[in-house]
């Protein structure tokens, strides 16, 4: 099975969209991360946010610590 090993660098299609929303929503800390409680609560619905919101936390599990 070939891997598709690019495949991050290509997934975000409006950088800084999911920051936005969620600043409008009062969910960004001091520091300017995304807090995760909101991010996982927006990862249940639908639509666009839902998507992003998956993205994230998928970044966040392969971030390196």
Same mark, same amino acid.
């Given at each position: 099975?070939?891997?598709?090993? &690019?495949?991050?660098?290509?997934?975000?299609?409006?950088?800084?969209?999911?920051?936005?929303?969620?600043?409008?929503?009062?969910?960004?800390?001091?520091?300017?991360?995304?807090?995760?409680?909101?991010?996982?609560?927006?990862?249940?619905?639908? &639509?666009?946010?839902?998507?992003?919101?998956?993205?994230?936390?998928?970044?966040?599990?392969?971030?390196?610590?």
């Amino acid at each position: 099975m070939a891997e598709n090993k &690019g495949w991050m660098k290509t997934a975000v299609k409006h950088p800084g969209a999911l920051t936005k929303t969620a600043k409008r929503a009062g969910a960004l800390k001091k520091d300017g991360d995304i807090k995760v409680s909101w991010l996982r609560d927006k990862a249940k619905g639908d &639509g666009v946010t839902a998507k992003r919101a998956r993205l994230a936390l998928t970044f966040r599990k392969s971030r390196k610590k």
